[in-house]
Antibody, heavy 123, light 108 residues
């Protein structure tokens, strides 16, 4: 069974830093592209970052570019999100998710999600 | 940047058909994906590539995409279908993924 477990969310002051982790199990992590999506309280989903299987291709949403860094360690089946210069508007549940692949064909949808970790940015 | 527009809410009686729309400039040229999110839970992919269903998703869920509008159709709506539904595309020009604002489906 595919399982993604996010951790690291907590209360942090504006301007602070935080590192989120996503630990994967039940599938070959190194064969999947990964992404982070967040959801502010009462708001919709917002895509924030993508990383390819070998970490060569990385994308960021404009809202986090230059402040957040995505990375992965395939040996540890883990995905990370380093968050710096945090702002109140970064307050959200952060989800990691896999890009969809079926029978060797991959799509740009997200088909497995973790339960999320809450980041609160407040003084 | 590419924008997807969804109605904030849709209401439907049990057993009827619900249609949730997602508008975007020439969205018919993109592949649209749909997610269901129940309160307090993570999103679940219900339709990908406009009209395909992941394993385990009932046939009652279907999708279409043409012109400037994509549509998620839920037939024979059940109380358990009450949730937020969000559309998503990948915008090749920016390399970014984009979500619509989400539509709350209420089963009357």
């Amino acid at each position: 069974e595919v399982q993604l477990v996010e951790s690291g969310g907590t209360l942090v002051q504006p301007g602070g830093s935080l590192r989120l982790s996503c630990t994967a199990s039940g599938f070959t992590f190194s064969s999947y592209e990964m992404t982070w999506v967040r959801q502010a309280p009462g708001k919709g989903l917002e895509w924030i970052s993508f990383i390819s299987m070998n970490s060569i291709t990385i994308y960021y949403a404009d809202s986090v570019k230059g402040r957040f860094t995505i990375s992965r360690d395939n040996a540890k089946n883990s995905l990370y999100l380093e968050m710096n210069s945090l702002r109140a508007e970064d307050t959200a549940i952060y989800y990691c998710a896999t890009l969809s692949c079926t029978n060797g064909v991959c799509y740009d949808s997200f088909d497995s999600w973790g339960q999320g970790t809450l980041v609160t940015v407040s003084s | 940047s590419y924008v997807l527009t969804q109605p904030p809410s849709v209401s439907v009686a049990p057993g009827q058909t619900a249609r949730v729309t997602c508008g975007g400039n020439n969205i018919g040229n993109k592949r649209v994906h749909w997610y269901q999110q129940r309160p307090g839970q993570a999103p679940v992919l219900v339709v990908y590539d406009d009209s395909d269903r992941p394993s385990g998703i009932p046939e009652r869920f279907s999708g279409s995409n043409s012109g400037n509008t994509a549509t998620l159709t839920i037939s024979r709506v059940e109380a358990g279908d009450e949730a937020d539904y969000s559309c998503q595309v990948w915008d090749r020009s920016s390399g970014h993924w984009v979500f619509g604002g989400g539509t709350k489906l209420t089963v009357l």
